[in-house]
């Protein structure tokens, strides 16, 4: 997502440290306190504008989500959202999201949600897209047994990889939606780029895969 620099943004997020935490490495393992309750914790890896989870938060009040963006111009467009919606379900955090277990402990997240992820389609970038195994690695690592990854994009190529990806990691392929907006899917939550793409006429792909062991080597 490229978005110009907006003035002020750091100034907006500084100034909302209770909606974007400004040391959130001492929020690991913490999650439930920050939201004074024991929900079920969901988090989306490069959130974007927000208008998923942002959606997501408002539709289900007795869910906690949390939206990871790494460009603050962009993470302090989301803010703008939550600002105005006032959700105690909703946190963003403005960081790079390559390693969560520096932000969330063991077991701590009980889904994880990737919208129109950067396809990185060169081979030799294979290692950036966010289907890769050391990024699913780290995602098992930080979701309860049995969690899940649910996934949607536009982009042909990244969808065969990661549905690849997350079989050869050993992950179930629990349902695979070819033409999402064309089938009987309830409740979808559109995304900033997921409305540009079905606006042009093309098939939104959606996964929802599991991990189902925690054991490694
Ligand atoms: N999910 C949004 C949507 O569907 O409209 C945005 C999609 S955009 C193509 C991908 C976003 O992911 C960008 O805003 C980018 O900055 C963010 N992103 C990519 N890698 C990230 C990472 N490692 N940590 C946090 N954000 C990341």
Excluded: C
């Amino acid at each position: 997502m490229r978005v110009r620099n907006r003035p002020g943004a750091a100034e907006l997020v500084a100034a909302h440290p209770e909606y974007i935490p400004n040391e959130p490495k001492k929020l690991k393992g913490h999650w439930q306190e920050r939201f004074k309750n024991s929900n079920l914790i969901q988090i989306e890896i490069g959130t974007g504008k927000g208008q998923f989870i942002v959606g997501m938060a408002k539709a289900h009040p007795e869910i906690n989500y949390i939206g990871i963006e790494m460009q603050l111009s962009v993470v302090s467009l989301a803010l703008d959202k939550l600002i105005a919606e006032e959700l105690p379900n909703l946190q963003l955090l403005h960081v790079d999201g390559s390693d969560l277990t520096d932000y969330f402990a063991e077991n701590e997240v009980d889904q994880i949600y990737l919208n129109f992820s950067d396809p990185w389609p060169k081979k030799k970038h294979e290692k950036r897209r966010l289907t890769f195994k050391t990024f699913l690695a780290i995602d098992e690592e930080i979701l309860k047994p049995n969690g899940e990854i649910h996934f949607k994009t536009d982009n042909q190529g990244l969808f065969e990889y990661s549905l690849s990806s997350f079989s050869k990691y050993g992950m179930v392929i629990e349902q695979v939606w070819l033409d999402l907006h064309q089938s009987d899917y309830q409740g979808n939550i559109m995304t900033e780029y997921e409305e540009k793409f079905s606006n042009k006429g093309q098939p939104i792909y959606r996964v929802e895969a599991r991990f189902i062991s925690k054991a490694r080597d």
